[in-house]
């Protein structure tokens, strides 16, 4: 009867403590589920953190108030790079705007790049001299200054000879990526005629504009 009675009363103070124990440990992870987030509103936050971020990053190209004003003739724009140019071009775009159509050279790396631009009788790349394929009536050359090479920048380069053109273009017909030789980038702008254009630096990310205006 001794034995039967040790044995019984651990049993009975066992069942007595374990609602306690049950109680407090589901309080515990109530208290813990009401503090943490759900994985539908941290994955809805993070999503709205992305989406901010991407859309802070895009580039806006309305060129309204930084674009100087079209000019009365096709003289050479000119533009000198910043002293801590290298930079490497990394994306090229093509569009039509109201009244004009519009080239973006977007570049990475460090600084700032200068520019020359004008008309020229025929496209050849300046490393070899061979005769670059540019569709159009009349050809602007794009040569931007305080370019480095890829390897140097750590920017992945436009691949060059891939002819660009755009739906509902009215003065550029393609663009036409020559590279990168010896610290200078060459891009070749096809137009219907020489028309004028204008040339303007943006940043965020660093880019050389480039629009040529409708035929007056």
Request: with cysteine; net charge negative; glycine share 8%.
């Amino acid at each position: 009867m001794r034995t039967r009675a040790r044995s019984v009363a651990p049993l009975v103070l066992t069942l007595l403590i374990a609602p306690v124990v049950l109680v407090g440990c589901g309080k515990r992870a109530a208290d813990q589920e009401a503090a943490a987030p759900t994985g539908s509103v941290a994955e809805s936050s993070a999503g709205e953190s992305s989406a901010t971020r991407t859309s802070d990053a895009a580039p806006t190209e309305s060129g309204a108030t930084d674009a100087p004003p079209f000019p009365a003739n096709t003289d050479p724009d000119t533009a000198n790079p910043s002293l801590d140019a290298a930079v490497t071009v990394r994306d090229i775009r093509l569009a039509r705007q109201n009244g004009f159509d519009r080239v973006v050279l977007e570049v990475g790396g460090t600084g700032t790049p200068g520019w020359d631009v004008r008309y020229v009788d025929s496209a050849s790349s300046q490393g070899s001299g061979e005769s670059v394929d540019v569709a159009g009536n009349a050809v602007l050359q794009v040569s931007l200054t305080g370019v480095g090479y890829p390897y140097d920048t750590g920017v992945t380069e436009y691949p060059p000879r891939h002819p660009l053109s755009a739906a509902g273009t009215q003065d550029v017909t393609q663009v036409v990526y020559d590279a990168t030789f010896e610290g200078t980038a060459v891009t070749f702008v096809g137009t219907n005629q020489r028309a004028p254009f204008r040339v303007y630096l943006m940043k965020n990310p660093t880019r050389v504009v480039l629009e040529v205006a409708d035929a007056s």
